[in-house]
């Protein structure tokens, strides 16, 4: 039987696991951009019951014959692919569940989660369109997302405008072939993050490696900092809304260390970290991201506020940030 198989459109989100605060969404579209959340934030975040459910904007009932002729309300061994468009705006996928349900139309919140599947600052009732075993979900970690996912040609091959593309025209066969090929023989690096709820190194949690981030990232902006003549002392754990202090002959510059999994800078200032930035910029305060800190290709940027522009770039002005104030501040990449 040839495999069935369903493309899905989300927003671009780090984890999937209903934290939007943290795990900012990126390029979802119309609703998650108005938002600043979208249903899908929950696609990677088992139940208790070891199962995901996936959501995709839909404009109404899915045509599930068009991926089995014999489909009725629901269709099951379904490989659906999560596609999303990164930072750069270039589509790839992002995870799968296989073996999964498809519905024709959304369901409603199952009861064992009414409560608990809650939408920020909205009166909106979250809801799902697949389902699936968590053993079965893969989502992949950022530095990962580097199969390309084509936007419709003249051929049809690829998403249109809308969050669905069933890839079920004649021409469609062998680029359908060569996702599953991707699929199958997928493995992970050794480290990384992927099944859904399921580190791939021992039984580490999300925020365990988180921790394992931030240290990583301190470690590496402090070998910088001495390899520049630096002496380097590490405040972290004093609570003084700095990580590091650098001195130099008279000169102390206080040092916010944040490391980051993937490439985008996405990321939030606690109240005292917020406070020591605005009181010590420029001169004495600089914010060092750690990008891809865990990966191959991890770069340090050194953000200061450069009062001529009136904006915080990086040391090459190559990139800017926007902060969205509220009790500390939320840091995201300009453009």
Request: glycine share 8%.
């Amino acid at each position: 039987m040839e495999a069935r198989m369903l493309f899905c459109r989300v927003a671009w989100m780090e984890y999937y696991r209903g934290n939007p605060t943290v795990d900012v969404v990126l390029r979802g579209g119309g609703f998650p951009d108005e938002h600043g959340f979208g249903f899908e934030m929950y696609n990677f975040l088992p139940d208790q019951r070891g199962t995901v459910y996936g959501h995709m904007e839909s404009r109404g009932a899915l045509h599930l014959r068009r991926i089995d002729p014999a489909a009725s309300s629901q269709i099951d061994q379904v490989l659906v692919l999560w596609c999303a468009n990164n930072p750069h705006n270039d589509l790839r996928i992002v995870g799968w569940y296989s073996d999964a349900t498809v519905f024709s139309n959304a369901r409603p919140c199952p009861r064992h989660l009414v409560g608990e599947r809650r939408l920020p600052d909205s009166p909106l009732e979250w809801a799902y369109h697949v389902s699936a075993s968590a053993a079965k979900a893969v989502l992949l970690p950022t530095e990962q997302r580097d199969f390309r996912v084509p936007r419709a040609r003249s051929d049809g091959l690829g998403f249109g405008r809308h969050a669905v593309w069933y890839a079920d025209k004649p021409g469609h066969q062998g680029y359908r072939q060569t996702v599953l090929d991707y699929v199958r023989t997928w493995r992970p690096r050794l480290g990384l993050q992927t099944t859904a709820g399921r580190p791939i190194r021992g039984s580490a949690s999300d925020t365990e490696r988180r921790q394992e981030v931030e240290r990583a990232a301190v470690d590496l902006v402090k070998q910088y900092y001495r390899d520049q003549r630096w002496d380097i002392n590490d405040v972290s754990g004093e609570k003084v809304g700095w990580d590091l202090e650098a001195r130099r002959l008279d000169q102390l510059l206080r040092i916010e260390v944040k490391g980051l999994s993937g490439e985008t800078v996405n990321t939030e200032l606690t109240p005292g970290e917020y406070r020591a930035m605005k009181e010590y910029s420029p001169e004495g305060y600089c914010l060092c991201v750690v990008v891809n800190t865990l990966g191959e290709s991890q770069r340090i940027l050194r953000f200061t506020y450069r009062g001529q522009n009136e904006r915080w770039e990086d040391e090459d002005s190559v990139v800017q940030l926007t902060l969205q104030e509220r009790t500390g501040a939320r840091i995201t990449q300009h453009g």
